[in-house]
């Protein structure tokens, strides 16, 4: 079982950066995809980026362009760099691992709350 523990959020004011980390509890080189997923309140969780055991990344709309996840293997780490912050970017952030197997594994980690202030 995969545990994931991110760090780095907290409050920024509008237009500036933070960047999260998620670290894994054992090697990530064979998971297929590593995540970054966000919930605000009264909302559904949401994917934001997600990067492959390849390097592919995915991005949601919203963020594209002002957001950039990548993983470092050797540190069992994924990393969401977020610049350009806007208050609706304000949410609990989740660092999700996804591993297909002969069935598929989705590992979640406790989330770290971002505040963006206007």
């Known amino acids: 079982q995969v545990q994931l523990e991110e760090s780095g959020g907290g409050l920024v004011q509008a237009g500036g950066s933070l960047r999260l980390s998620c670290v894994a509890s054992e090697s990530i080189f064979s998971i297929n995809y590593m995540g970054w997923y966000r919930q605000a309140p009264g909302k559904q969780r949401e994917l934001v980026a997600t990067?492959?055991?390849?390097?592919?990344?995915n991005y949601a709309d919203s963020v594209k362009g002002r957001f950039t996840i990548s993983r470092v293997n050797a540190k069992n780490t994924v990393y969401l760099q977020m610049n350009s912050l806007k208050p609706e970017d304000t949410a609990v952030y989740y660092c999700?691992?996804?591993?297909?197997?002969?069935?598929?594994?989705?590992?979640w980690g406790q989330g770290t709350q971002v505040t963006v202030s206007s």
């Open positions: 999700n691992a996804h591993l297909i197997a002969t069935v598929s594994y989705d590992y």
């Open positions: 990067i492959t055991r390849y390097g592919t990344t």
